[in-house]
């Protein structure tokens, strides 16, 4: 086999024999991740040296093809687009065209959006399972044998893309965010040092496979140690509950909707088996919950149950992971903690100065994990930083328990279940329906999800329409991002300026809950 000298392979060089990757029952060890990666390369390449940061889309369920994908991806001189499942096809196709890729891998999960999404773009596209695993019935043993007259992988120089990852920003459309292989390693080291990852552990990662958090630290950061990570297809708590009962898995990373909805399904099961799964959750060294506030009640009851604490940490695509509670417990609830190795933070004041102490002010970040750019999207790139210092939009405090989040400067930021979601590019979708004159989409506290999308609307017409709406937004983008509240108003609040009072709008939901 040829080495393509990056630094991610380094573990699975070093513990060949180790198993890296469970899924699906099956163990695969780190010496297969590697035959068959290197197979998925000479794929990519066909007799080309380098894909020279050619993109491709990755639209592919969490599972061993994923990850034999991902890493043939960047073994050939490639760049990963992770795109969600849940997207229908007029997104998937948005999607694809702004990212511009040379291919689509999808897979028999994924084919009914993913193949009009790429023809649609006039992209080719390849069944991950059949093109690059062999088709049905095709032997492990034949995908493993060596490729004795393989020409030699590319090296792979640290400065170039590693990721385009798209997250939803205040301007409507998702912004790919490009990450280069150095940032992607020294998001990885940060994790790894603050949470003392190493070899010897589990982690079991329930997480979409197209965001920092389940990619970087639910699955490279282990890889890269040299640990194994037991990959489940989607979130399913009863399944998370039976890994943690009957594995030896030492870490669980998830969204605080996860947290939620772990809780309720340990509460709707039999007595003995309710007991084993919390004391397996006990036996976690770290449980950790990011990408949205851990309400105080989830993480009080989920020390009541299994006798561990959740650490709470705070990161964003853009950066990484930025702050962090002690992997000890030691953090102390509705605070996020202090910067992880090699992550710089600071608070701008309101006045533009650096906040003091316990003075309120807008996160900004600077290191060597940062984002390269927003892909092809030079204005909004500039725009996101200030001196250098990347703003993130988040509004925290800082006393002696680190620091405390206190919620986000835009009110088109929406975070639901983990996922943040851009009102503005609900609204316009919700604009282009015949019925609807005007609207306004907000988040509304809620248990489960953090906030819930909410949408007020001026009708057209005599009879309600929520429920086409909300089909209508789901034709059109993922099901998360359908607001799940509605109300009718004869019109919305607006200031003399015609400028819509978002706040008013919330409170109108907040009155009839
Ligand atoms: C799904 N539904 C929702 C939401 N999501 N309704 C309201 N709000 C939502 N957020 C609806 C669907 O439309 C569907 O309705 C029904 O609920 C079930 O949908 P399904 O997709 O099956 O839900 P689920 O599988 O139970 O998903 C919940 C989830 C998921 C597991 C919490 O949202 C999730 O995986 N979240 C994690 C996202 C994440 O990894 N974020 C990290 C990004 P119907 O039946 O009517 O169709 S942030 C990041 O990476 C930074 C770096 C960081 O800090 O971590
Ligand atoms: P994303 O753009 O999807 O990467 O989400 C990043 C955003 O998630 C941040 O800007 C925060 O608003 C939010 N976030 C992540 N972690 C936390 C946390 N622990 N507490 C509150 N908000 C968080």
Partial sequence: MSDSHLPFLNAAWANPGRIGLVSGGANTRYCDLLAVSERVAHYLLRGRSDLREARIVLLAPPGFAYVAAHWGIWRAGGVVVPLALAHPVPELT????????ELVLVHPYTERQGIPAAEACGVPWADVVDTLMGPPGTRLSDLLAPMPN???????????????????GTTGKPKGVVTTHAATRHQVESVARAWKITRDDRVLNALPLHHVHGIVNALLCPLWQGASVEVLPRFD?????????????????????????????LGSMPYQRKEVAA??????????????????????????????????RYGLTETGMVLTNPPNGAGVAGHVGNPFPSVQVRLRSDGGGEARPGEEGCIEVRG??????????PEETAAAFRDGWFDTGDRAVRGEHGYRILGRESVDIIKTGGEKVSALEIENVLRQHYRVTDCAVVGIPDDEWG???????????????????RQWVKRHLAGYKAPARYMVVDELPRNS??????????????QTA
């Fill in 150 to 168: 393989a020409p030699p992988l590319p090296a792979i120089a640290e400065s170039r893309d590693a990721h385009i990852i798209y997250t939803s």
């Fill in 451 to 469: 906030e819930q999308v909410s949408a007020a609307v001026v009708l057209t017409g005599e009879e309600p329409a929520t429920a086409e709406l």
């Fill in 368 to 377: 060597p994990g940062l984002f390269r750019e927003y892909w092809r999207r």
């Fill in 237 to 265: 708590p009863v399944a998370i509950w039976e890994s943690l009962s009957n594995l030896r898995v030492t870490i669980f990373m998830g969204v605080p909707t996860m947290y939620v909805r772990l809780i309720r399904a």
């Fill in 497 to 510: 300026m015609g400028k819509l009072l978002k706040s008013q709008v919330r409170d109108l939901f907040l």
């Fill in 94 to 101: 948005s999607l694809i065209a702004d990212a511009d890729p």
């Fill in 279 to 312: 004391w397996s959750a006990g036996d976690l060294r770290l449980t950790i919950s990011g990408s949205d506030a851990l309400p105080a009640s989830v993480r009080e009851r989920w020390q009541r149950i299994t006798g561990k604490d959740i650490v709470e």
